[in-house]
């Protein structure tokens, strides 16, 4: 079984600032995935990344792929409250998650 | 496309008796997961079967915990005896991932089952 670690396990900052949340492991994966959850639902894929060093944006989130594939970030600009969730990785083969980091943006 | 259906929403018990929860994947998808979650927590990986399957069975599973995905559609989790510590959040997901794969295919959750144990 391969660890996931994420960073930070709790963040809680103001609207328009901006924040990155780490995924790492001592293992290489094939891919990582972004989810996003939200109380009462089940996890909601926001991205997968397969390439060392890879870059995916997806409006004002930026996720990162490590090179050496053992870890990645995921980078938000200009956070609102509907950014308000819990953030997971999840590594491929296996699909074990992260713990995750819980983000609250305050109005 | 329903999506993942999982029932009943919520389940409350008592400490001893039986429970079954259902899952109803996404038709076509082929690779159906479980997994609990406590409050703050990711999900804890339970179990996995391909089609009809079981291809792991998380060591943290005692064995009064089962699935079943008898006809590589619906799946069901029953746990037999519950105690206190099984409260949690029962999720299921499925995926169209197919062996071997370069990457698998995004996990599709349900809402999962609020099981409470009291």
């Known amino acids: 079984t391969q660890l996931l670690e994420q960073s930070p396990q709790f963040l809680s900052i103001q609207e328009g600032e901006n924040l990155t949340v780490y995924c790492n492991s001592s293992?290489?994966?094939?891919?990582l995935q972004w989810y996003r959850q939200e109380p009462g639902e089940g996890p909601v894929l926001l991205v997968t990344?397969?390439?060392?060093?890879e870059v995916k944006k997806l409006k004002r989130l930026t996720f990162q792929f490590g090179d050496a594939r053992k870890d990645s970030s995921l980078h938000i600009t200009a956070a609102q409250p509907g950014d308000t969730g819990l953030y997971l990785c999840a590594g491929e083969v296996d699909m074990r998650f992260g713990a995750g980091t819980r983000l609250t943006v305050k109005p | 496309d329903t999506g993942v259906s999982q029932n009943p929403r919520h389940k409350i018990t008592k400490r001893g008796q039986n429970v079954t929860f259902r899952c109803d994947p996404i038709?076509?998808?082929?690779?159906l997961y479980w997994y609990r979650q406590t409050l703050g927590q990711g999900p804890e990986f339970l179990t996995y079967f391909q089609n009809e399957a079981q291809l792991e069975k998380s060591r943290l599973l005692s064995d009064r915990f089962s699935a079943e995905r008898p006809k590589g559609s619906f799946s069901t989790l029953e746990i037999q005896r519950t105690e206190q510590g099984d409260s949690a959040m029962y999720l299921c997901a499925s995926s169209s991932g197919t062996q071997p794969s370069s990457y698998n295919s995004p996990l599709h959750f349900g809402n999962g089952t609020r099981l409470t144990v009291t």
């Open positions: 038709s076509e998808h082929n690779r």
């Open positions: 293992s290489v994966f094939s891919s």
């Open positions: 990344v397969v390439t060392g060093g």
